[in-house]
């Protein structure tokens, strides 16, 4: 056999062993991230730079190991919060050919906030489709589909309740899920099945924009949904930074301290400058370093948990006030709170409860241990709870005041009480006067939440004051009414109306 024969020979074998391997599902977390390596041209950070934090390949994996443990988990869905720029919706798209590819009869559907992102994570689907897997195609791509030899396939959704709620398939990915129109979100919850051999699952994905928004949510109740939060930022997706580039000159050093030494990604350092000297520095903690979510839109921002919150409990030698946000179908609440020597205001503890009478109500803060009724100076409300009812002929006060509830209240402006929360929050030298026990979390949960509309102008289309009132949500507002129910009153220097029905 002469050399020519000879090469063309070892040519076809090693085309037949690259394309056997191709087909060759990885069994190992190396295995995988040598696969897309080599057949996607796609390297996947894995390393952990922040100790709290995951590393990109964490998510892939999570998304993969039922291909290679069966059985092995319960539901496939987990919550994805990464930075803009981060690589979520590549990744996604990278787990979602792997999905096709080594699970037939796969179900995919893509879902995201607008339909431009949704198509973003389809184009980087047919990107890595294109780089040599058009063999396990059926049928040539279509704008918005794809379907695979082995049963499984894609299809991009668009964000309504006719699209969504037409579907039942294995795997649900919601790119950028903080744009979502909630009521989409509440029907696609519903879409996934599993299969004896497919595990099905609802990933979300987002950088976390606002404390008051979808992400926000759906991050801080997937403890008690027992839901994975992979979380990384900035660090764990930038380039290495060179030996030679200086930190002391570098402007990203007083939140890098060394990290991007240690960093193997893909974001450009240099970017990542251009980005930061462009934006906000609220902004950037949210966006890049996912720090907390930006703040511009929030009507406490004074508020810092590491300040406002802390163990404070009941002291008997200090006057004790309550304070009211009277409500049914929105939650009734109640807050306990002291005042110190050094004019400090301790929040000790909170009553939050929905759908209750207020003979209810009465029965729990008159009794609540240890702050009986008898400990109680006075007992501050929504002037609302004046007001009669239709139906009994009474009102939630004169309940209260028969119940022998010393109760106060003053009418006022909603901004006159905010300001003087703000004020508590931050004083002009800097200092602070307000502390919140952690027990009140419904209370922490609205300093953090309560926001203004996303929208800055009226219903008119001009800008007025009307702007400036934070939004009344039914979540946020009650518990923040009934702290400016306590400012108000208690700092009034007229005295609050007690009058009789």
Known sequence: MNTTALSTQNLIYAAGLY???????PKSRTDLKNYLRVFARLNIPDKKICPEHNSPADYLWHCYTELTEPGAKATGDCIVWA???GGKTLIAAAATLLDCIFKPG???????????????????????????????????VRRNRCAFLNGSDVE??????????????????????????????EAAKFVTKSTDKITGAMESLSTMHQPFGIMHDLVNSASVSNIP????????????????????????????????????GFLKIDDCIAQMRRSSRSAFESEMLCLRPSLENVVFAEFYPDIHIAPVNYDSSLPLYRTID?????????????????????????????????????????????????????TFCDPAGAGVNDVTGTSPIFSLRQAGVKIRYKRSPILQGVELIRRALRTGDGQSRLVINPRCGRLIEAMQCYHYPPSHSTSSGQAGFADELPLKDGIYDHPIDALRYFFVNYNCSSAAKKRRY
């Open 83 to 85: 930075p803009r720029g």
């Open 156 to 185: 991009v959704l668009t964000q309504s309740h006719a699209s969504v709620r037409g579907s039942h398939i294995n795997k649900l990915r919601c790119d950028e899920v903080e744009l979502f129109d909630p009521q989409v979100l």
């Open 326 to 378: 009277f409500g049914f179908v929105n939650p009734f609440v109640c807050l306990w709170i002291q005042i110190d020597p050094n004019g400090i205001i301790r929040i000790i503890d909170e009553y939050v409860k929905s759908r209750q009478t207020i003979d209810v109500h009465t029965e729990e803060i008159k009794n609540r241990t240890p702050y009986n009724e008898e400990n109680v100076i006075a």
């Open 229 to 264: 939060v992979f979380k990384w930022c900035i660090w764990e997706v930038i380039e290495n930074c060179p030996p030679e580039r200086s930190c002391s000159r570098c402007p990203l050093n007083s939140d890098c301290q060394g990290k991007a030494r240690k960093a193997e």
């Open 19 to 25: 394309e056997k391997l191709k087909n060759t599902m």
């Open 106 to 140: 796969c179900k995919v559907r893509i879902l995201a906030g607008s339909e431009t992102q949704a198509q973003r994570m389809y184009d980087y689907l047919l990107t890595l489709l294109h780089n040599g897997f058009e063999g396990f195609l059926a049928a040539p």
